[in-house]
C-alpha cells in the first residue's frame, strides 16, 4: 500500500477500495471527504508559494462552511476519518496517528497552564465519540475508544476505553473493534 498517496489512503477507509483521482473527485461531494481532500492539499503544497497560499485560501474558507478548525500543521497519520461534519475544533500542534476517526463536536484543545500544560498526541487506531474534549500535553494510546462526550485530561493506555466526565478507564483488547473500519 505504500504506492498509494495519502489522500487515497484517507478515502480508502471510506469506500474500503482505492481510488482513482476521478473517483476521489466524484466522493468529494460529501462534505467530510472534500474537506480532508483540501487538507491534505493544503499540507502536500505547504511550503511552496503560490500553490500552498491557494490550498490554504481554500482550506479557510471550508473551514468557515464546513465548521472544521482543522489547520495543516496539524500532524495526522494516514487513514484520518471524519464521522460527521461541523463543529469540530483540533489545535494544529496536536499530533494524531493513522487509522483514526474523529466524530463531530469534538474539541482537541491546548492546556495552557498547569501540569499538564501542552496538547494531546493521539495514538493509532483511536476512536473518539461526539462531544468527546481532549486536552493538555496527553498521550493516548493505540486502540482507544473514546466514547462521545468524554472529557480526557490524563494518560489513556492502549488498549482502552475511556467513558465519561469524569472519565473512567476500561481495558479492552478488542476497544475499537467494530469502529474503525477499512484499516490501511
Known amino acids: 500500500m505504500s504506492n498509494y498517496t495519502t489522500i487515497q489512503k484517507d478515502f480508502y477507509r471510506e469506500s474500503g477500495k482505492m481510488l482513482s483521482s476521478p473517483e476521489i473527485w466524484a466522493k468529494c461531494i460529501n462534505p467530510n471527504l472534500h474537506f480532508i481532500y483540501i487538507l491534505r492539499k493544503c499540507q502536500q503544497y505547504r511550503k511552496k508559494s503560490f500553490l500552498g497560499a491557494f490550498w490554504r ?12 478548525q482543522i489547520y495543516p500543521e496539524t500532524e495526522i497519520g494516514e487513514g484520518f476519518y471524519l464521522g460527521h461534519w461541523g463543529a469540530l475544533v483540533i489545535n494544529p500542534k496536536a499530533k494524531i496517528g493513522r487509522n483514526c476517526n474523529i466524530a463531530q463536536g469534538v474539541t482537541i484543545a491546548q492546556a495552557n497552564r498547569g501540569k499538564n500544560e501542552g ?44 467513558i465519561g466526565n469524569p472519565a473512567t478507564i476500561s481495558s479492552n483488547t478488542n476497544a475499537t473493534l467494530g469502529y474503525i473500519n477499512n484499516k490501511i
Open 57 to 68: 485560501l481554500v482550506l479557510r474558507h471550508h473551514q468557515i462552511k464546513y465548521g472544521f
Open 119 to 162: 496538547v494531546p498526541v493521539i495514538g493509532d487506531e483511536v476512536w473518539i465519540g461526539p462531544n468527546a474534549v481532549l486536552v493538555g500535553k496527553i498521550s493516548i494510546g493505540n486502540n482507544v475508544l473514546i466514547a462521545p462526550n468524554a472529557y480526557v485530561n490524563f494518560d489513556v493506555p492502549a488498549n482502552s476505553v475511556v
